[in-house]
């Protein structure tokens, strides 16, 4: 049974770093790709980065030039590099699997960005 676990939110002041961990347990077959995603209090859940097994990247555009999406050799572990964090970040983060029988979450990690 796959699992996928979130890790590194918590709170920052505005223009600091956080770098969200997260980790699969469990055999995943054929990833086309893995993506972190946030909800925020009140609105919908929405995609922040995406990252394909050949390495192609995809960001929301308020995130370009920021955050930074990478994954391990093993493809077992992905990570957000999040710099220059301004409140409008203030979200639970949520890790994705896309995977050829479907998708997998995870179940968040906290960001609060305070100003």
């Known amino acids: 049974q796959v699992q996928l676990v979130e890790s590194g939110g918590g709170l920052v002041q505005a223009g600091g770093s956080l770098r969200l961990s997260c980790t699969a347990s469990?055999?995943?077959?054929?990833?086309?790709?893995m993506g972190w995603y946030r909800q925020a209090p009140g609105k919908q859940r929405e995609l922040v980065a995406t990252?394909?097994?050949?390495?192609?990247?995809n960001y929301q555009d308020s995130v370009k030039g920021r955050f930074t999406i990478s994954t391990n050799t093993a493809r077992n572990t992905v990570y957000l590099q999040m710099n220059s964090l301004k409140p409008e970040d203030t979200a639970l983060y949520y890790c994705k699997y896309n995977v050829y029988t479907g998708e997998y979450w995870g179940k968040g990690t906290l960001v609060t960005v305070s100003s």
């Open positions: 990252i394909t097994t050949t390495g192609n990247t």
């Open positions: 469990g055999i995943i077959f054929r990833i086309n790709y």
